[in-house]
């Protein structure tokens, strides 16, 4: 076998999977379906599923993976409903960073989303996009996110004071948006560990003096010896 005959195979599989995906694309039969919920510790959980309409009884449809690195707060898993095939990614106690590392993840459907989540201060902000310029008309995409406190602003569907609710179309380029206010909480943190310390010094004074009070010399002074 020559050298070059292992990689112009590979080249071959790989042509052959992107133009089977491309025809599933253009056909419209993708399903895709994003639910993330964030809590006041700023650690973010949720799923994501990625699927296209059953063929034979060997269908599996598209697979999505995760990075090594988050394989013990993130699992895939297959899932199927209502006709539909794929896979579903499970994700919990991420932090922002992780986050945007798991909606990265790669899988077999072309088109692309980057979600980031970036705190200043007491203000979070959500911000994204969807390219989904290579992806046929009929598909159905869905992103909702539910934060720890009231949206303030948004470019998606409120469906609650704190949750929104984002639906791309095919064939476009979306962007999505959202602020929030909820305080930090290594600040919070902070705060506690700023409290207990003066409690503790507080109360350590306390016992100081009250040793000190019964400690002292009780014993009568000369000049207070009645004759």
């Known amino acids: 076998m020559s050298q070059t005959a292992l990689p112009r195979r590979a080249r071959t599989a ?12 253009l056909s419209g039969c993708l399903r895709t379906e994003v639910d993330v919920s964030i809590n006041s510790d700023d650690r973010v959980s949720g799923r994501m599923i990625v699927a296209q309409r059953g063929g034979d009884d060997d269908t599996v449809g598209p697979q999505l993976r995760i990075q090594d690195s988050l394989r013990t707060r993130a699992r895939v898993q297959p899932w199927t409903d209502e006709g539909f095939v794929g896979s579903e ?7 922002f960073a992780d986050f945007r590392q798991l909606a990265l993840t790669s899988s077999d459907v072309p088109g692309s989303f ?3 989540l970036t705190r200043n201060g007491s203000d979070v902000t959500l911000t994204g996009r969807a390219d989904l310029r290579n992806i046929g008309d009929g598909a159905q995409i869905r992103i909702s996110v539910t934060f720890p406190s009231s949206v303030e602003s948004t470019n998606g569907d409120q469906t609650s004071n704190r949750s929104v609710t984002w639906t791309p179309s095919a064939g476009q380029l979306s962007t999505f948006r959202a602020e929030t206010r909820y305080t930090d909480p290594n600040t919070r943190s902070f705060a506690g560990w ?3 310390v003066i409690g503790a010094s507080v109360a350590a004074a306390v016992v100081v003096g009250a040793l000190s009070w019964f400690s002292r010399n009780r014993s009568p002074k000369p000049g207070d010896l009645v004759h």
């Open 14 to 25: 790989v042509a052959t999977l992107l133009l089977a995906t491309l025809a599933l694309l």
């Open 89 to 95: 990614l499970i994700f919990s106690d991420l932090s």
């Open 114 to 116: 980057d979600v980031r």
């Open 194 to 196: 700023a409290g207990f």
